[in-house]
């Protein structure tokens, strides 16, 4: 396998530094530059609590680099990883380009405990696959407490994880190939998801209840004191 170049693939959007702090969370840490410390609290005000991702047997460690950093992007805040097939990836600085810490991961041991896990949060589960009875992304409401669950690169989800789904959907193709790479279509799919969740204004308040949030805050905080 050839080397892949450093970050060539990767698209960077600036976004201009938060004016005020997003959330009450006081004065700015003396090892910490202002503008800092308010991109962590505006992300922490634009976390969706009640939207999840499931990865089952993702084999290539930059596909799963890719679909973390994309859940970052969109306020995902919870990723279940699920390996009863393929051993699970090394999810480095370098190859997550760190997308990882900033995301809560959960290792799941089976189909069966990872939906538990998900329904107890009050998840409605989309799982990704081709049947008669798959729905395209717009007819799936994504303002409503959902989880998104994707499959292996080349066996896509075991028969389980499409069976126990509360629905399945799939990415209608226009073109002679008839897939898409798996860190592309979570790409998809999400930012189908941020567009419902923005036109509904929930990106506009902070969704993570003041425990929820502080306890993030707190721990990043103190990683990047260490970090200092």
């Given at each position: 396998?050839?080397?892949?170049?450093?970050?060539?693939?990767?698209?960077?959007?600036?976004?201009?530094?938060?004016?005020?702090?997003?959330?009450?969370?006081g004065?700015?840490?003396?090892?910490?530059?202002?503008?800092?410390?308010?991109?962590?609290?505006?992300?922490?005000?634009?976390?969706?609590?009640?939207?999840?991702?499931?990865?089952?047997?993702?084999?290539?460690?930059?596909?799963?680099?890719?679909?973390?950093?994309?859940?970052?992007?969109?306020g995902?805040?919870?990723?279940?990883?699920?390996?009863?097939?393929?051993?699970p990836?090394?999810?480095?600085?370098?190859?997550?380009?760190?997308?990882?810490?900033?995301?809560?991961l959960?290792?799941?041991?089976?189909?069966?405990?990872?939906?538990?896990?998900?329904?107890?949060?009050?998840?409605?589960?989309?799982?990704?696959?081709?049947r008669?009875?798959?729905?395209?992304?717009?007819?799936?409401?994504?303002?409503?407490?959902?989880?998104l669950?994707?499959?292996?690169?080349?066996?896509?989800l075991?028969?389980?994880?499409?069976?126990?789904?509360?629905?399945?959907?799939?990415?209608?193709?226009?073109?002679?190939?008839?897939?898409?790479?798996?860190?592309?279509?979570?790409?998809?799919?999400?930012?189908?998801?941020?567009?419902?969740?923005?036109?509904?204004g929930?990106?506009?308040?902070?969704?993570?209840?003041?425990?929820?949030?502080?306890?993030?805050?707190?721990?990043?905080?103190?990683?990047e004191?260490?970090?200092?």
């Amino acid at each position: 396998m050839g080397h892949r170049p450093k970050h060539r693939y990767i698209v960077r959007t600036p976004m201009p530094a938060p004016a005020e702090p997003a959330l009450p969370a006081g004065p700015v840490p003396p090892y910490m530059s202002r503008r800092r410390y308010y991109r962590l609290l505006a992300t922490l005000a634009r976390r969706q609590p009640d939207l999840a991702v499931l990865l089952e047997n993702l084999h290539d460690p930059y596909n799963v680099s890719a679909v973390l950093r994309t859940c970052d992007a969109v306020g995902v805040g919870a990723v279940h990883l699920l390996y009863t097939q393929e051993e699970p990836p090394e999810l480095s600085r370098k190859v997550s380009s760190s997308a990882h810490k900033w995301l809560d991961l959960h290792w799941q041991p089976s189909p069966e405990q990872a939906y538990a896990a998900l329904r107890q949060a009050g998840l409605r589960i989309y799982a990704t696959g081709l049947r008669e009875d798959a729905l395209p992304p717009h007819q799936v409401d994504w303002t409503q407490p959902c989880a998104l669950v994707l499959g292996n690169e080349n066996r896509g989800l075991s028969e389980a994880a499409l069976a126990q789904a509360d629905a399945v959907i799939y990415i209608p193709m226009r073109g002679m190939v008839q897939s898409v790479n798996v860190s592309v279509a979570a790409a998809m799919l999400l930012y189908e998801a941020q567009r419902q969740r923005q036109e509904a204004g929930f990106y506009d308040r902070p969704r993570l209840p003041e425990p929820a949030w502080r306890a993030l805050l707190e721990r990043w905080l103190e990683r990047e004191r260490q970090r200092k």
